[in-house]
């Protein structure tokens, strides 16, 4: 029998559109049989997504995750977290200082804002975050309802996007911490869809090699809509750096392109980063 499983979501506790209840939910109409939450710097809404778990009896085995924002050489790099302590109070201690910063960076985006023009973005910014941790898609949001871009990508292209007029860049933390983080809190550090970095195949190797050599443990090798050449050079540099393969969607929101556990098949001449789970091997 074949498991389906998705190891990359976000819910309305970053920057997705679905709530940890209806994400489970969705995730039960999609016959998903394992799903890991990984939203941006923050793990509160994995337990909420148990809970409704247990509530609706859903038969869906749930990955407490994390998504981490890193720097490496000038790119941003995205680090996921699998089988994280949530109540580990160290790492909870090192999210909030990530929280704090990604804090930070909005206002100083809404600052340059302002200088364009844009004025008193911040505090709408936080009305459609809701609660949750402000995002640059929070303030796109922002723009397109003031009609100042016509669409998201009009935002990012226009003022979010780096090296545009409103971009800041963040002070994240380097590869070394994220998976040091992860490794004491108990879970597994994978590179996160390593084919959406804007750098070459030389560059994704050392990538590759370097996050191997401080511990880190697997990558992405495939994503939903991902060209058969792309899995095909992701998997030659998942197994050159002998890290194991991960599957995710990166499901943000209901869409055309994407789907919680559509089209998410690694090939079998890589061992899964999910091999010795007992969760889903017992």
């Known amino acids: 029998m074949t498991i ?11 920057d997705g559109a679905l709530t ?4 489970v939910l969705r995730a039960q109409q999609m016959q998903v049989d394992v799903l890991a939450i990984t939203d941006h710097d923050t793990v509160s809404g994995v337990a909420h997504a148990q809970a409704a778990i247990d509530k609706h009896n859903i038969k869906l085995k749930l990955i407490a995750g994390v998504e981490l924002s890193t720097s490496w050489h000038g ?9 994280v302590d949530i109540q580990h109070n160290v790492f909870l201690g090192n999210l909030q200082d990530q929280m704090l910063e990604r804090d930070e960076r909005a206002k100083r985006i809404c600052d340059k804002l302002a200088k364009c023009g844009v004025v008193d973005v911040y505090q ?13 898609n929070h303030i796109a949001q922002v723009l397109v309802e003031r009609q100042i871009c016509s669409s ?18 963040p002070k994240w933390i380097d590869i070394e911490t994220a998976i040091k983080w992860i490794v004491e809190a108990g879970g597994q550090a994978v590179i996160a869809h390593p084919s959406h970095y804007d ?9 590759t090699s370097e996050f191997k050599q401080l511990g880190g443990d697997g990558m992405e090798i495939t994503h939903p809509n991902m060209s058969p050449q792309t899995k095909s050079l992701l998997l030659d540099i998942a197994k050159d750096s002998q890290l194991f393969g991960s599957a995710g969607s990166d499901f943000h929101s209901p869409g055309r392109w994407t789907e919680l556990g559509k089209r ?19």
Not at 75 to 83: K, M, Q
Not at 124 to 136: C, M, T, W, Y
Not at 199 to 207: D, P, V
Not at 270 to 277: E, G, L, N, V
Request: charged share 20%; net charge positive.
């Open 4 to 14: 389906k499983i998705d190891l990359h979501c976000h819910t309305t506790h970053s």
């Open 75 to 83: 790119f941003d790099i995205h680090i996921l977290g699998f089988n």
């Open 199 to 207: 750098m070459s195949t030389k560059w994704l190797r050392r990538l």
């Open 20 to 23: 940890p209840e209806e994400i």
């Open 124 to 136: 709408d910014a936080l009305r459609h975050a809701n609660g949750a941790q402000i995002s640059r």
């Open 152 to 169: 998201f990508q009009q935002a990012f292209t226009k003022y979010l996007g780096k090296g545009k007029r409103a971009y800041t860049t």
């Open 264 to 282: 998410l098949q690694i090939s079998e001449q890589i061992t899964p980063i999910w091999h010795d789970w007992s969760v889903i091997n017992a």
